[in-house]
């Protein structure tokens, strides 16, 4: 915890300092439209770049995904968003206003998290966990009620279930009551790390049925990061391609399959298509 | 919130405590660790309740220095002691031989001191009967001939300014093996021919019992000893009074006759009715009876457990959580709980007792216990937090939760378990180690146990020993019931 924080106080003292590049104006004027910017952003341990300066925009309703192999660094850049990492230089915008260790516990409660073993305390009970927030807010049990019945239906969830811990849930029930938590304060944005990365491939084609039925409803603005070219291909308005702490290319899958920005594009879809025939 | 039963942690010690609520304050007589003193120390108390003052008695607190350090500060207001004793150890002044110097010295540390009890009980070299004709021993100075024979003192003989260094410097004496033995034990050494020659008082009861021989003093080296009370001169006047009313009245053949009762019948309050020639009967019932005593052991040994544990869990979690965040102040942290931890009990009282707030008394007891405590807290809660997975951490920062919402609401109850194991070490361990506090006059449990070693006395130690036992066994179930209440159910699956 004494690490985190030492990072967003120097994250802190950087923008004081005025070490962070404002980016380009021409970036921050032309994509006013999205919903979080991040420009010029970089990160590297111990020398190491982990995420080259890295320019990318989230766009309102949109499910946008980031794609890549291992230590690519998409989860870096999404980490980033929600200040789990203090990126070297850069900044990232939240609606129009800069994330700052000042503002990031507020804007915290407007982005929604989900990672891939769900992250539930186990201490807690479903119901606990999805309302956690929400009491930490002073809102009661009887208030959020029509809320909880609400995110059951919409994430098939049967209420109840939510008097149990998750330990004794399913791996796929537990994804369920992650993305209720995640979903509890209606955020404008829903980060999503792996969501389905440990599920076993049945319950994984039907949450990611649910998940997608679910983006659609809520005109959900989502980043998903998902290691999985067909995964990304069901979800995908906007797909984000990175390597080795780069976004390599932007556009459509047909965008990336017709008009490949290098030999690496062509080789992660042959990879993908291949290992999906096979 | 169900999260918060992490409190009740400390409302159990607490609870310990207050059920156990202090007398008024009482007189409180010392007494030195051996029959004698004791004895003397009953003598008082019964002459105080006589007179209708309220008195208590701390047996066998330990040697001059600890008795004189707590009369001073106050822990005590009156015990036993020897008027060789006072000028050789306490004042360090041999010139003072007259009561009345030996009075005007101590009036300057606000110590008064009756007029002598009447016997003389001075220290002796005492050997077996039959070793001592068989090599024609009768003095001191016989013992020149015979370096081979082995020397058994107490550990204050050897070191006392009247003790063993200045009377074989006196006798010339260079025997091939002194050695420090405690003073009950000796005499079995002297009877088993581990020692042949060892220290005692003139009115010891078992020179008569073990059939030993003094050896004559023909140089005169010892001093005499007259046993007489000091006491506080601030003590209560009706008090001073009553103490006063026993001068003059207890001879050496008398106090040979008491002691040999407390170590027949192991019944110091009996021996001390003697005095005041009750019968045996009524000498009986006047007595404590043991489940009173029994309880008071328990109840002051819950007292210094409880109380030592309540700090142990009121720092340590606190520490735990700052060692947990590594760095220099963590390993700081760590290593000093680590370092307490490896001082041998005994050693950490000694080393407390000295100091300025602590000297002879609870307090100091409950400092020991408190410090020993510590490290497993510390311990558990620093690798119950560091255990807690990353992405968890995440998590809870992710959600928007403040540190102090995170500390309270994710980390700590999901290092519960971790936390109250050791909780549960540190308070077995209490539990245990409080037997030690008697040596330091703080009672409890160890009160019976140094009384039964000290007598040679197997059941007055067992009446201490299988309770401390019962009561680490039922500190530990208790615990784990408690697990039940406060680990959360969700990590109990």
């Known amino acids: 915890m004494v690490g985190r924080s030492a990072l967003v106080w120097r994250f802190l003292f950087q923008i004081v300092a005025g070490v962070a590049d404002p980016g380009p104006e021409s970036v921050r004027g032309t994509k006013m439209s999205a919903l979080v910017q991040l420009i010029d952003v970089r990160k590297s341990y111990d020398g190491a770049p982990a995420l080259h300066p890295t320019n990318l925009s989230i766009e309102r309703g949109k499910t946008t995904v980031l794609i890549g192999p291992s230590g690519c660094g998409k989860s870096t850049l999404l980490r980033i968003i929600i200040g789990l990492i203090a990126p070297d230089s850069g900044t990232t915008d939240f609606e129009g206003s800069q994330i700052t260790p000042a503002n990031i516990d507020m804007l915290r409660r407007r982005i929604g998290y989900v990672i891939q073993e769900g992250g539930l305390f186990p201490h807690l009970t479903a119901r606990a966990n999805i309302l956690l927030m929400a009491r930490h807010l002073g809102k009661t049990d009887a208030e959020m009620h029509p809320r909880l019945s609400e995110l059951c239906e919409l994430t098939r969830f049967s209420e109840n279930l939510l008097a149990r811990y998750p330990l004794e849930l399913s791996g796929g029930q537990r994804q369920r009551v992650s993305l209720m938590r995640a979903l509890m304060l209606s955020p404008e944005l829903l980060l999503l790390d792996e969501p389905l990365g440990a599920l076993d491939p049945l319950v994984r084609a039907s949450l990611q049925k649910d998940l997608k039925e679910i983006f659609g409803r809520l005109k959900q603005t989502a980043l998903l990061v998902t290691h999985d070219l067909a995964e990304a291909t069901y979800f995908g308005d906007a797909i984000v391609l990175m390597n080795e702490g780069r976004i390599v290319q932007q556009g459509s899958v047909a965008d990336l399959r017709e008009r490949p920005a290098s030999d690496f594009v062509s080789e992660f879809i042959n990879a993908q298509r291949s290992v999906a025939l096979a | ?493």
């Open chain 2, 1 to 493: 919130m169900k999260t918060n039963k992490l409190y009740f942690v400390s409302c159990f010690p607490a609870f310990l405590i207050l059920i156990s609520s202090s007398l008024a304050n009482p007189v409180v007589i010392g007494s030195k660790k051996f029959t004698e003193s004791y004895v003397l120390g009953e003598i008082a108390k019964r002459t105080l309740n006589d007179a209708g003052i309220p008195a208590e008695h701390r047996q066998g607190m330990g040697g001059t220095i600890i008795l004189w350090q707590a009369l001073r500060g106050a822990q005590i207001d009156a015990y036993p002691e020897y008027t060789g004793t006072i000028a050789e150890e306490i004042l360090k002044d041999q010139q003072l031989h007259s009561a009345g110097a030996i009075r005007d010295a101590l009036s300057k540390f606000g110590v008064g001191m009756t007029e002598p009890l009447g016997f003389n009980n001075t220290y002796a070299l005492i050997m077996r009967r039959d070793r001592a004709q068989e090599l024609g021993i009768r003095t001191i100075t016989d013992l020149q001939k015979h370096p081979e024979l082995k020397i058994g003192v107490t550990h204050e003989f050897l070191a006392r300014q009247d003790g063993w260094q200045p009377l074989a410097a006196r006798y010339r004496l260079s025997p091939q093996s002194v050695i420090g033995i405690d003073h009950a034990l000796g005499y079995a050494a002297l009877q088993n021919g581990s020692i042949d020659v060892k220290d005692a008082y003139s009115t010891d009861a078992k020179i008569a019992e073990y059939d030993l021989v003094v050896l004559e003093d023909d140089v005169g080296f010892f001093p005499k000893y007259e046993a007489v009370f000091l006491f506080r001169a601030s003590m209560r006047k009706d008090a001073i009074a009553a103490l006063r009313k026993l001068e003059g009245t207890l001879d050496e053949a008398r106090m040979i006759q008491l002691n040999a009762e407390a170590e027949r019948t192991k019944n110091y309050t009996r021996a001390a009715n003697l005095y005041f020639r009750d019968d045996v009967e009524s000498a009986t019932s006047t007595g404590e009876p043991f489940s009173h005593k029994l309880a008071r052991w328990t109840l002051r040994h819950l007292q210094l457990a409880g109380f030592s544990l309540l700090l142990a869990i009121v720092v340590g979690i606190p520490l735990g959580i700052f060692a947990s965040r590594g760095g220099v102040v963590g390993h700081a942290i760590l290593g000093f709980a680590s370092i307490v931890q490896t001082i041998p009990s005994l050693a950490l009282l000694a080393l407390l007792v000295p100091l300025p707030f602590f000297g002879i008394s609870a307090r100091t007891a409950i400092a020991a216990l408190f410090l020993y405590g510590l490290l497993p807290i510390v311990r558990n809660t620093a690798s119950g937090l560091q255990d807690i997975p990353r992405s968890l951490r995440e998590s809870a920062i992710a959600l928007g939760l403040t540190p102090a919402t995170r500390l309270w609401q994710i980390y700590l109850p999901m290092s519960s378990r971790s936390i109250l194991s050791g909780i549960k070490t540190s308070a077995v361990i209490n539990v245990g180690t409080a037997t030690l506090a008697a040596l330091i006059g703080a009672g409890g449990l160890g009160e019976p146990i140094l009384s039964g070693l000290n007598l040679n006395d197997h059941v007055t130690i067992l009446q201490g020993a299988i309770p401390a036992a019962l009561l680490a066994l039922i500190v530990q179930w208790s615990f784990d019931l408690l697990d039940r209440v406060l680990i959360p159910k969700g990590l109990r699956l």
